[in-house]
């Protein structure tokens, strides 16, 4: 398939969302940073976004915090996968690639990010945005602004995943929901704002290989995709 | 909380399952056997399955094919997580544990099992089973019989994940339904029939640790459980 055109795996995800809308939550697989043990968990798939110069090499976005473990697994293994299970369609997509994060422009760790760009493999879309030079920190502010004021409150919460000093009571102090400070915002609010904004991070996928099941059909079909180094994708029909 | 006492996850996903008895799509995390990439696929949770002497100890049960790449996985490192999220309820349960895998007892691979069970933790669900003598060749028949016509006739084909060699055609050749052959039953249902509990294998996950994300309250609510080497579970209120 030629380098210029949208894979395959792309077109099933993009018509099964077309009329599963709603099946946006996926499971994203990275492995401990001290241990060869797993680690699994939900996220939001938010949107591919593609290099305006290579249609084949879709970037799968999703958003996290970064104070989360996720970060240094995937900073110490960049190795993921993906599953992906569209009930609707009786689909599965298991996406492996090699995850980034995108933290605020301001943060420690966004010189790993800046690392992984310098570094990227040769025919994969982080190549192809660094070569356009992407706008990251537009691209993050954009997506922070798209979140509910309920979710935009979360960033602003005490380091998830540590104790509740508190007892549970302490979770009716935070804020519930937060929305962008106007002129006349008080302080609480544009500190709130400052914190979310600086814990939000974008976790994004570039996608070397994809294994596709169709369970919807009779028989049953699998296909297996493969990114090469010139960006383009090859497959091939397997035993389901 | 006492040993004999079951532990509060379970009587969470028992709950919700209760209202969502559909929610049985759990993902199973585990690492590549040859290399450190974390490997994650979809999985139907079968039952829950508890040591008479031990209600504290839960065992996590699902099915698989002895041929697939996740069995080398599990049999060269047992450390899994499962995420399980159910939509109905906003919950997400993120279980760690240690993956056994239980063949046919005449399959070779069938010394692995009865290695864990030897060397099970002090603790464990699988160390409780094995004081019992519990019966796990009659456990895996009798779950292979309750399987659909359909599913049973899917451990007949070719391995999976292997390349269909007579095209996307040769998939119609494969039995689309197989049913347990009776006395006048033909060779070939048969030997199907052999071939798929051949192949067969349950997947149990003994859980050490779990994660109970609680999104469909206000304010959200996380708690962490963790087993002691008694075999009993503490938890805390965490961070979301």
Known sequence: MAASSVPGWKTAVTKALEEYPKSVVIQLASIDATSPVPQVRSHIFREFLTPTSAPSLP?????????TPKISQVIS?????VAWWIE??????RISGLAS?????ENALHKHF???VKHAPSGSALAAFSKEDFDWEGKRMALFKSMSAHMKASWCRPVPGTRLEGGPDEAKKWPERLEEPGDHADDETRKNWETALGN????VV???EVDFVELGVMPNRRTRFWRSSSGSWDSEAVVP
Do not use: C, K, M, Y
């Open 59 to 67: 970037l799968l976005v999703t958003t996290t915090d970064i104070r």
């Open 88 to 93: 609707g369609t009786q689909e599965q997509f």
């Open 114 to 116: 800046l690392h992984n």
């Open 101 to 105: 994060v995108i933290p605020a422009a």
């Open 206 to 208: 570039d996608p070397t």
């Open 77 to 81: 293994n960049s190795h993921v996968q």
């Open 200 to 203: 939000f991070a974008l976790l």
